[in-house]
């Protein structure tokens, strides 16, 4: 059975050029790059190599990329290191659709002492800037704002929100997991001061991800060691998997201004297709110009989620439901809820997100069973007025 892979937001597969640029540090290459021989110091030039090609996707310095073991990793040590600069700042700000890496981490922070404000979105999923406003003030260490959310695809207005959280003196961080490597951002023309961003979503290995500090912030360690990473991230360096983000990262950049254009034009087919083909069904934030390109969530009126998905899954086409990211939740998807959606509606929602591996034929194939899925379980769901 062919499958269709429409779950790139919660991991994409690896690519094959990725692949190959790693495996010689799984066989052959497996010194230690921090030791004084020549036969592991050597891949520090593979790992300096990577961060050249991780910055340049952020139109960062190379000397202001750390890497980390992924997106939650690199959101801790922002909120946890932000607070303890300053004892007179130990404020955190963040918004109602956060990944749980930072939400969870800003409340875990909030149970130590921390003050926690938590800005409002509208009803399409975009920042509330007048509330980010009211909550910033002298005392915040840290603003946290995502740059695309992981369920709705919704891009957030951060040169707005990097010039609030300024005037007030904090630093302005970026979950930019999502967005990075999907859409193009500039942590220059945007004022991030910090960004933490994941391989895996990018057609790169699981596990590794990068952490950008701009020059001059003094950011405390998460970790304390032996000192790699100048001290700021410590841990023996994941050679494969740095390699692997650094390729990847480049194969995003040369295929960006690509993708962004061809997953924008199937997301739209596919999306223009299926309310016509399920009546009774709407696009969350339905705005294409303020969503990644390649990420769409659908409330199908009357319909739970999860006899959607099991349906598709027995096809072979993989999805998820609005609250997958995080594991095993059951809970609706404090995403959708903060938005206004109501609970029967959340429980109805599933998201579809592509990649540049996505092909016309996958959507045809996904839409033609959505439409037979969906018709099956109306006939038959007791919700259905
Ligand atoms: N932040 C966002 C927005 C995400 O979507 C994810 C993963 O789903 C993470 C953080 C966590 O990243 P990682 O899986 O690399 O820890």
């Known amino acids: 059975m062919n499958t269709v892979y429409l779950d790139n937001a919660a991991t994409t597969r690896i690519a094959p050029e990725v692949l190959e640029a790693m495996l010689p540090f799984f066989r052959d290459q497996f010194g230690n790059p921090s030791s004084f021989h020549s036969f592991g110091s050597s891949h520090m030039k593979a790992i300096e190599r990577a961060r050249g090609q991780v910055a340049r996707l952020l139109g960062a310095k190379a000397e202001e990329i750390y890497f980390t073991s992924g997106g939650t990793e690199s959101d801790n040590q922002a909120l946890r290191g932000a607070v303890k600069i300053n004892s007179a700042r130990r404020g955190i700000v963040t918004s109602a659709v956060e990944h749980p890496a930072v939400i969870e981490t800003a409340k875990a922070l909030e149970e130590d002492g921390c003050t926690l404000g938590i800005a409002e979105v509208n ?84 596990g590794v991800g990068a952490i950008y500090i701009r020059k001059g912030i003094d950011l405390p360690p998460l970790l304390t060691g032996g000192h790699q990473e100048k001290g700021i991230r410590s841990g023996t360096y994941n050679a494969p998997g740095i390699v692997g983000l650094g390729k990847a990262a480049e194969l995003s950049l040369t295929h960006l201004k690509g993708t962004v254009a061809t997953e924008r034009k199937l997301r739209e087919s596919f999306e223009k297709r299926i309310l016509e083909g399920c009546p009774g069904s709407f696009v969350v934030a339905a705005d294409a110009d303020r969503r990644l390109p390649g990420t769409v969530t659908i409330i199908f009126k009357g319909i739970e989620s999860e006899a959607v998905l099991t349906l598709l899954d027995m096809q072979g086409i993989y999805a998820s439901s609005g609250s997958a990211c995080s594991t095993g939740s059951k809970n609706p998807s404090h995403v959708l809820y903060a938005m206004g959606v109501d609970y029967t509606q959340a429980n109805s929602a599933l998201r579809f997100s592509l990649s540049r591996y996505t092909t016309e034929e996958e959507i045809d194939r996904t839409v033609e069973l959505l439409a037979t899925v969906v018709e099956r379980l109306r006939r038959i769901s007791p919700y259905i007025e």
């Open 123 to 206: 009803r399409n999923g975009e920042l509330d800037l007048e509330s980010l406003k009211t909550l910033v003030n002298q005392q915040t260490a840290i603003v946290s704002i995502m740059a695309a959310n992981n369920e709705t695809g919704v891009i957030m207005p951060l040169a707005k929100a990097a010039e609030i959280t300024h005037e007030a003196g904090a630093l302005f961080h970026t979950d930019a997991v999502q967005m990075v490597g999907k859409s193009p951002i500039d942590v220059h023309s945007l004022k991030i001061d910090i960004l933490s961003l994941s391989a895996h979503k990018l057609h790169g290995p699981k």
